[in-house]
């Protein structure tokens, strides 16, 4: 899979992630116990429920599990950074853990960032108080939209890695051309002045022609 193929991989099920709406009944096992859809499969990009993980359809596939918190869903950090670049979004703790929202949560137009907190911030895309200031963002769905308005992707942490890491050594590459031009440059210069100052320091020499010989007429 190349690079195209693998960001619209990830496009296609992170944008069914954000819109899919979870904790329904399973239709496939609805006279079972706790068959709320609380997974999602990456493979499949659909909602599943628990007792679907153990079917031979999704055993092996890549999954991610949703919780609640304050009526919202969340994910485990744990989970969701082998797959998506989570830096610079808010974190909070759940059962020891920490999780992201998933969507932006909904706040009252005229609310205010509370003064409690020194290190408060606001998240770039709705505005919506945040507890760290090194965090830019409340939710993934918040840091998608951001990227998507500057043309970037957010890849998993180890595809772009590689990304940036062709991208630096394509600019030193250009860099080191630049130099080994610029130092070419100034070597013929160097040699050039080299060249002036001896010419300029070296002493003039009067070039004398010497007479011929004196002849003195005969006596007769």
């Given amino acids: 899979m190349n690079l195209t193929e693998k960001r619209t991989s990830d496009e296609d099920w992170l944008e069914t992630l954000l819109k899919s709406e979870f904790f329904g009944i399973c239709m496939d096992h609805k006279y079972l116990r706790k068959n709320e859809k609380n997974v999602f499969c990456i493979e499949c990009n659909v909602e599943i429920c628990r007792h679907c993980c153990n079917s031979e359809t999704h055993l092996l596939h890549r999954r991610l599990q949703i919780c609640k918190y304050v009526y919202q869903d969340v994910l485990r950090l744990l989970d969701i950074q082998h797959y ?107 040699d050039s002045e080299v060249l002036l100052s001896n010419f300029s320091l070296r002493p003039l020499k009067r070039i004398l022609k010497r007479k011929g010989i004196s002849r003195r007429s005969p006596f007769y």
């Fill in 84 to 190: 998506f670049d989570c830096s610079e979004i808010q974190t909070y703790k759940i059962n020891g853990e920490k999780a992201i929202h998933l969507n932006s949560r909904p706040q009252a137009k005229d609310a205010r960032p509370s003064t409690k907190s020194k290190n408060g911030a606001s998240c770039v895309t709705c505005k919506r108080y945040i507890q760290d200031r090194p965090n830019r963002f409340c939710s993934i769905s918040c840091k998608i939209s951001a990227a998507s308005k500057k043309h970037k992707f957010c890849f998993s942490p180890s595809l772009e890695q590689k990304v940036l890491e062709k991208e630096h050594s394509n600019q030193e590459g250009s860099l080191e051309e630049k130099k080994s031009c610029t130092s070419s440059l100034t070597d013929v210069s160097e």
